[in-house]
């Protein structure tokens, strides 16, 4: 009996497991050594770069039924961490760690500071310009948003996207915007 509920739990196990979407993660971490040199002592720092780019693997419709289908374009998602290690431990310190989610035309970076975030937009030049603050509240996991586009609560919700609801003027309703991996959705 005991040999048939590990075998369950296995089983059990290894179903949910292979329920997981399969994704496509890439990542590049590049050094920088500088040293620099005060009279007779020589400091050495350290920049670590490190960027991951994940993607939902989507294979097209019309292969479904076929054994090599073909990829069909999927959203990314970039995250881009900067550290430097400038003292004497070996380990590395965090200065910024950067979001960008990149859908269709559309390229958006959310940027930490220290009261939340900054949300960007990738104008037409390849510049990304300052749209919206997202500040921590008291409630966590709840941010008040102000800028250009909407003034509002935000939140992330359980997949990761970042969720903006907002009072509209002209509607007279509350409406609610989503930053997320696949696209930029007004509902």
Known sequence: MKNLIYLFALLFIGNVMAQEKAKEVKQETKVKVIKTKNGEETSEKKVKVITRETSD??????????????????TKKVEKMIMIDDDKDHDYDTLTKETYYVSGEDNYKF?????????????DENKFVKIENAWA?????????????????????????????????????????TYSKEKKTMK
């Open 57 to 74: 693997v989507k294979l097209d419709v019309n292969d479904e039924k076929k054994i090599n289908q073909n990829r069909v374009n999927a």
């Open 137 to 177: 509240t008291s409630a966590s996991g709840n941010y008040i948003i102000r800028g250009e586009m909407h003034n509002g609560i935000g939140y992330f919700d359980k997949s990761g996207n970042f969720v903006v609801e907002y009072f509209d003027e002209d509607s007279k309703t509350v409406k609610k915007m």
């Open 111 to 123: 940027t930490p500071n220290n009261k939340g975030f900054d949300i960007l937009f990738d104008n």
